[in-house]
């Protein structure tokens, strides 16, 4: 072989792997908390399949020339969960979804707390960011849920990124943590429908922390059902209970410990006690300021006020001092007093329980008579099918401030919660 020979085979081969490490441009990329939200960030993006290596490049928002820029390779495993399930096509067509590629995942540590980053993904121009948890409790998160993506009807989503720039420019500060409570997707089996939603800017700009709803549990009509859909478009922290790792998990934010639930895996008594054995045990391993328990399944059927969920948990609740219980799925408001013993107190002990409305203008449900608990539930909201809402939780160390919007931007209600500990 002559020395030219040699030497275009080399260069061949050092181009054809730069293409693969820097070529593949990423889809479905997300930042969300590492069990220490102050120092640790996991990200999730997703490659085609020979696309080969993939890394991250990040580097703290200041540093605007990447001076102190640092690069990690990702961790990689070829995906074929998403491949061939029957969905639809942005056009409304019947299709079966061509979604085979590599999940790509890495784990930053050794963060500096309340400080924003900047990252990006290959060749990628597109610059993201997260920020880093404070490790004092001043911090504000948006909280939305139910919009129900779906790329034949891209006005859902539409709905909901706007009501979340409206909770942005109705905030004083920077919303640091944007958590959902799910049915963030019409159905999590159409990979397509992530897929699109990922490319909406309040998921390059924001960390993301949520929960597994029942849509995005499921592929069309129910054909399968799997906690891998939401597991495999996420990086949650690995801190859950046996099946559920990457789905149930907790982290801490500030002095706040959250702790994430899949109530799909709770349909059943024995699935509810495996669940609650391990969120008895997290709350005792941790002394956080605050407690808050995500799931998504509702407290209260709001549209009447009887109980659903809350008489599953409250006995826990009262009995771990959880002080916010989030929820959604009725896709109507409702918010209590501070609860305890199935009674409301003075604050001074006792969880408060809410329940998101939707956000997507189209699957809301109208009130009906309040006819049950109206003397434990504080509030009730909807604005019928066309419902548009979300929150902002504005937190310190004395308290937790709840406030709900609507797509004006208009206050509907407001609850404060404070330290107890
Ligand atoms: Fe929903």
Redesign the pocket.
């Known amino acids: 072989m002559t020395n030219i020979s040699k030497t275009i085979i080399i260069i061949t081969l050092v181009l054809s792997n730069f293409g693969a490490i820097y070529g593949a441009k990423p889809f479905t990329v997300i930042a969300n908390p590492g069990e220490d939200a102050a120092t640790c960030i996991r990200l999730n993006w997703h490659t085609p399949i020979d696309g080969g290596g993939s890394c991250c490049r990040f580097t703290t928002a200041d540093d605007s020339l990447w001076i102190n820029a640092q690069r990690i390779e990702a961790t990689q495993e070829l995906c074929l969960t998403f491949d061939s399930i029957y969905s639809k096509s942005p056009g409304n067509k019947d299709i079966y979804e061509d979604a085979r590629f590599l999940r790509n995942t890495v784990e930053l540590n050794g963060l500096r707390p309340n400080t924003h980053y900047i990252y990006t993904i290959d060749s990628d121009s597109t610059i993201r960011e997260f920020k880093t948890a404070p490790t004092s409790n001043e911090w504000t998160a948006g909280i939305i849920s139910?919009f129900?993506a779906y790329t034949p009807l891209p006005d859902r989503v539409k709905s909901a990124m706007t009501m979340i720039d409206t909770l942005q420019s109705t905030s004083n500060r920077k919303i640091d943590l944007m958590l959902h409570v799910g049915?963030i997707t019409a159905w999590g089996g159409s990979y397509s429908f992530w897929e699109d939603l990922y490319n909406h800017e309040p998921f390059q700009r924001y960390l993301w922390a949520g929960v597994n709803?029942n849509?995005d549990n499921m592929s069309r009509g129910y054909a399968k059902q799997s906690n891998d859909f939401f597991r495999l478009v996420n990086n949650y922290p690995l801190n859950g209970y046996p099946e559920e790792k990457g789905v149930c998990y907790h982290f801490t934010y500030g002095n706040t410990l959250f702790i994430m639930l899949n109530n799909e895996s709770m349909r059943s008594d024995e699935g509810l006690s495996h669940a609650q054995e391990w969120v008895r045990n997290v709350i005792a391993l941790h002394s956080s300021k605050f407690i808050i328990v995500m799931q998504h399944y509702q407290w209260f059927f709001a549209t009447n006020g009887k109980a659903s969920q809350y008489d599953r948990w409250k006995e826990l609740f009262d009995q771990c001092g959880v002080d916010l219980a989030i929820a959604?799925?009725n896709?109507v408001y409702a918010r209590t007093g501070t609860l305890y013993d199935g009674a409301e107190t003075d604050g001074s002990i006792g969880t408060v329980y809410i329940q998101t409305p939707?956000s997507d203008n189209e699957?809301g449900q109208a009130l009906q008579e309040w006819t049950d608990n109206k003397d434990i539930i504080k509030y009730r909201w909807s604005e019928g099918p066309h419902t548009i809402g979300a929150m902002l939780l504005n937190a310190s160390d004395s308290n937790l401030n709840l406030t709900l919007y609507d797509r004006h931007g208009h206050i509907i209600d407001t609850t404060t919660i404070r330290a107890k500990r």
Do not use: L, P
């Open positions: 139910d129900h049915d709803g849509h959604a799925n896709h939707s699957r």
